[in-house]
């Protein structure tokens, strides 16, 4: 009979040590950039975006979000006082046929008024929900930036002005049809 000799194995740990310290080294920029994430960004009632600023940075983003909502509520502010306050409530019915035909097409323009204005604030919902998923501030059509004069002028922009030209051409061509 032989004789088998038996032989330890040595087991090396350097390679778990290893991965511990790269792991290490990886989570810690991930912590820092999710604390930079969370971070409100606060800005000063008076600031204005700046072209030297980079397009849709985070302090454009909040500009535009907190422009947004506040034309939102001064909106629905109106709406409300026109609809319960105004004079959609009047229901005096005069003897006079010049008389009712004049309030009857008052009613008439302050709730095509009231329709417009809701619609407004339908566009300024799809431009806050642009704001979160990261699309605002740049063309639906080619995706390039819409630029920040033709934002403050009209915050609720979808389009580039060339593509708009577009929409408001393919508009009127199927009009006529």
Same mark, same amino acid.
């Given at each position: 009979?032989?004789?088998?000799?038996?032989?330890?194995?040595?087991?090396?740990?350097?390679?778990?040590?290893?991965?511990?310290?790269?792991?290490?080294?990886?989570?810690?920029?991930?912590?820092?950039?999710?604390?930079? &994430? =969370?971070?409100?960004?606060? !800005?000063? +009632?008076?600031?204005?975006?700046?072209?030297? /600023?980079? %397009?849709?940075?985070?302090?454009?983003?909040?500009?535009?979000?907190?422009?947004?909502?506040?034309?939102?509520?001064?909106?629905?502010?109106?709406?409300?006082?026109?609809?319960?306050?105004?004079?959609?409530?009047?229901?005096?019915?005069?003897?006079?046929?010049?008389?009712?035909?004049?309030?009857?097409?008052?009613?008439?323009?302050?709730?095509?008024?009231?329709?417009?204005? &809701? =619609?407004?604030?339908?566009? !300024?919902? +799809?431009?806050?929900?642009?704001?979160?998923? /990261?699309? %605002?501030?740049?063309?639906?059509?080619?995706?390039?930036?819409?630029?920040?004069?033709?934002?403050?002028?009209?915050?609720?922009?979808?389009?580039?002005?060339?593509?708009?030209?577009?929409?408001?051409?393919?508009?009127?061509?199927?009009?006529?049809?």
């Amino acid at each position: 009979m032989s004789k088998v000799t038996k032989t330890k194995k040595r087991v090396t740990k350097t390679k778990p040590k290893e991965i511990k310290k790269t792991a290490k080294k990886i989570a810690k920029p991930i912590a820092k950039t999710k604390l930079a &994430i =969370k971070a409100p960004i606060k !800005i000063s +009632k008076t600031y204005i975006p700046k072209d030297t /600023e980079k %397009y849709m940075c985070d302090k454009h983003k909040v500009y535009f979000r907190m422009k947004l909502q506040e034309w939102r509520k001064e909106l629905v502010k109106a709406n409300n006082e026109a609809l319960y306050n105004g004079s959609m409530d009047d229901n005096s019915i005069s003897a006079d046929i010049v008389d009712q035909a004049s309030s009857y097409t008052d009613k008439n323009v302050e709730m095509k008024a009231i329709n417009r204005q &809701i =619609k407004l604030i339908s566009e !300024i919902d +799809k431009a806050l929900a642009r704001i979160k998923d /990261e699309t %605002y501030g740049f063309c639906l059509d080619t995706a390039e930036p819409i630029g920040l004069k033709r934002l403050m002028a009209r915050p609720v922009a979808k389009y580039t002005i060339a593509a708009q030209e577009k929409h408001e051409k393919n508009e009127k061509v199927h009009a006529d049809d």
